[in-house]
Structure formats: structure tokens, C-alpha cells
């Protein structure tokens, strides 16, 4: 039975909201967009019962629109996750620093501040232990089926299961002779980026290639044929980790992002530095990244043993890249400004210059996606 379509919202501001979220959704994934409409309707809504007088966005306050809505979330019953209030005041604090810009109101940039957002619980990597690493790999190599074979290619790169979900038919790329990487898409955190991968995993991406050749569904240039929407297969893809789990007599709790934890902890244990994870993951700040890696003393020893073996300061810099000619080297040099941006940015103190870069930063995120696609035939 479908779901009841929801009336249109009827505010005045529901047309520049929207203008706003459309700007942002150029560097956003569909979920990511869907989300932030969501959040536009949610403080409308709220707007529209609460404050029917305001009409325009020069009356948007602090005082007592924006920290009224935050009192109705905390109040809600049941109450609101911690994470769930966390994306709802980051969304629309992202649509009120657009709105700023766009609409040549500044105070709406300060609306929502910085520390109204509340801090996650502290979070623990979540690896499989090597019993379960090793019993489920050996298992999905065993079946060699389409669920098995996309497992051990989530396990082997890191990605996220709804990235995985999202790769394209062609998503393995020589990057030299006898190199291969694979090319995750845009994902969760506004970045793509690509994977170096081995012998193995180029075997993996081809059987997949080759049981999406078998499926009846016709092609639309993706890896995994879905056989209604990504949500539905990815749901099929988590319910046979569930039955394989089961099969093995293994905890039936296991999730796909544990996978991401493994190859993250495996990756460090390797001897791949921190910065070089983050690259792997997709991350943007060393945060993100520490929440992934399980360092154990072992990990600490081998780390003090080696630098002391071989300090820093031996270390040769790295060489400046070459940049590409045509239009792939201003795809280059645009990420490259984007990165000094970035680097600079976090230097400043959390001030109007730190936010006007932060807004320059997403332009560029914007602007490098548009030259992508002048790239696609």
C-alpha cells in the first residue's frame, strides 16, 4: 500500500528555501538533498504554527524562531536521537549561510551557531575481529555469488555500502601500467575520490561486471543492477550478510560499515599514514578518520620502533604533481586550490573569515562538478 502523499507546504518563504537548497544540491547526493527539502519543511512548518507573522527572511531571529524550533526537537517525544538533531541543525544551518549569501542578509549566517550543535557520544572503532574477518571471507569466497563477491569488494576498498551501490559498470581504472584504482562517486561527505586496488580486486569488479551481463534488468551503466530503487537493493545486500552471519554461527549484529572499521584498521596496521586513510575513506577532517582506526598497543609499539628507525626529518618531500593539460588540468588545479583553501581555512579561528571560506570552498565543490560533466561525451 503507497504512503499518502504530503500536501504542499503553503509558507511564504517556501519558494526562497527552495532556491536555496537546489544551489546547495549541485554538490549533494539525492539522500543528501532529500534530507535538506526535509529540514526546510520541518522549520517552516514549524514556523508557520508557531510564528505565522513572519513572512519575509529580514524577520527570521535567533530569538525566538531558530531557538524555539531547537526546544520543540529536544521536547520531541519520543525524543530525537542525538545524530538525528545533529544533521537537522547542520541542514539548516547550511540552508541559512546560502540564504546569507545569496540574499545579501549576513546575520542569517549567525542564526545558528557552532556550539548549538551538540557533540556525538564518543564513538569506538567498530572492526570485525580477525575470526570473523578471516571465517567470512573464506565464506564469501566459497559462495562466489553476486552478494559475496560485492562484500568482499566493500571489505578490500573501504567504501561505504551505499557507495558500492552507486558504482558505475566502469568504475575500475588503469592509473599506469600494472595500476588499477576504482572510482568511488560522489558519496555522503560531498567527495569522490579514487581507490588503489590489487590483482584481486580488479577479479572482483570484472565478476561483477560479468553477473550484471547475466541479470535480465536492463543496463544503466551501474555495477549492481537494483531491482527497484538503491535503498531496496541495498537492503537486499544486508539481509545476506544477516543469513550469511547466521550460517557461520556468528553474531547476527554484524553490519556492513564494520567492514569499513577492518580494511581502515588494516590499512594503518599496513603502515599507510593518516593522511593517506583519509584519502581511502573519503574523509575530511582527521576526526572523522580516528572513529575508524582501532590502535591497539602492538600498533603503538611497531609505531615508536619505526620512528625511531627512520625519524621524519629523513623522510624525502613529496614532488609537486604534474598537472594535466585541456580540461583535466583545471579539474586539477581547481582541487588544488581547493585544498590550499581548505588548509588555510582551518588555520583561522572560527570567525566570519573562516565561514566565508568555508562558503568559497562549497562554490568550488560546485564549480568542479560542472567542469566534470563538460568532461562526460
Not at 359 to 369: A, E, F, G, P, Y
Amino acid at each position: 500500500m503507497n504512503r499518502a502523499r504530503r500536501p504542499p507546504l503553503q509558507h511564504p518563504l517556501v519558494r526562497v528555501f527552495d532556491r536555496a537548497v537546489d544551489s546547495l544540491g549541485v554538490a549533494f547526493s539525492p539522500d543528501t538533498t532529500r534530507h535538506y527539502r526535509g529540514t526546510a519543511r520541518n522549520f517552516l512548518s514549524y514556523l508557520g504554527a508557531n510564528h505565522p507573522e513572519v513572512e519575509r527572511l529580514d524577520q527570521l531571529r535567533r530569538e525566538p524562531h531558530i531557538l524555539g524550533w531547537m526546544s520543540r526537537l529536544r521536547s520531541q517525544t519520543p525524543p530525537l536521537a542525538t545524530a538525528s538533531c545533529i544533521n537537522l541543525l547542520i541542514a539548516l544551518r547550511g540552508i541559512c549561510n546560502e540564504l546569507a549569501w545569496t540574499e545579501q542578509l549576513s546575520e542569517l549566517a549567525h542564526l545558528i551557531r557552532r556550539e548549538d550543535i551538540p557533540r556525538l557520544p564518543q564513538r569506538l572503532p567498530r572492526p570485525l575481529t580477525a575470526e570473523q574477518d578471516k571465517l567470512l571471507q573464506q565464506e564469501f569466497l566459497r559462495r562466489n555469488d553476486l552478494g559475496g563477491n560485492v562484500f568482499l569488494l566493500i571489505r578490500h576498498t573501504g567504501m561505504r555500502i551505499g557507495e558500492c551501490a552507486d558504482l558505475s559498470s566502469d568504475c575500475l581504472h588503469s592509473t599506469s601500467p600494472n595500476q588499477w584504482a576504482v572510482h568511488v562517486p560522489l558519496g555522503k561527505l560531498k567527495t569522490e575520490r579514487m581507490v588503489p586496488v590489487d590483482p584481486f580486486v580488479c577479479e572482483l569488479v570484472r565478476r561483477l561486471q560479468f553477473f550484471r551481463s547475466l541479470d535480465p534488468l536492463p543496463p544503466d551503466d551501474r555495477l549492481l543492477a537494483r531491482p527497484h530503487t538503491k535503498e531496496a537493493l541495498v537492503r537486499q545486500l544486508r539481509d545476506y550478510l544477516h543469513q550469511v552471519c547466521h550460517s557461520l554461527d556468528l553474531s547476527t549484529r554484524i553490519v556492513p560499515h564494520q567492514f569499513r572499521h577492518t580494511y581502515a584498521s588494516e590499512m594503518l596496521r599496513a603502515g599507510v599514514g593518516l593522511p593517506a586513510v583519509m584519502k581511502l575513506l573519503g574523509h575530511t577532517s582527521p576526526e572523522m578518520t580516528m572513529q575508524y582506526l582501532d590502535v591497539t598497543l602492538n600498533d603503538l609499539q611497531r609505531a615508536f620502533e619505526l620512528a625511531r628507525s627512520k625519524p621524519r626529518h629523513l623522510v624525502p618531500e613529496p614532488k609537486t604533481p604534474i598537472i594535466r593539460a585541456g580540461l583535466d588540468g583545471l579539474i586539477d588545479s581547481l582541487l588544488a586550490a581547493q585544498h590550499v583553501l581548505e588548509m588555510f581555512r582551518r588555520t583561522l579561528p572560527n570567525h566570519t573569515s573562516r565561514r566565508r571560506l568555508d562558503r568559497l570552498s562549497n562554490r568550488l565543490t560546485k564549480i568542479v562538478t560542472e567542469a566534470r560533466e563538460l568532461a562526460t561525451p
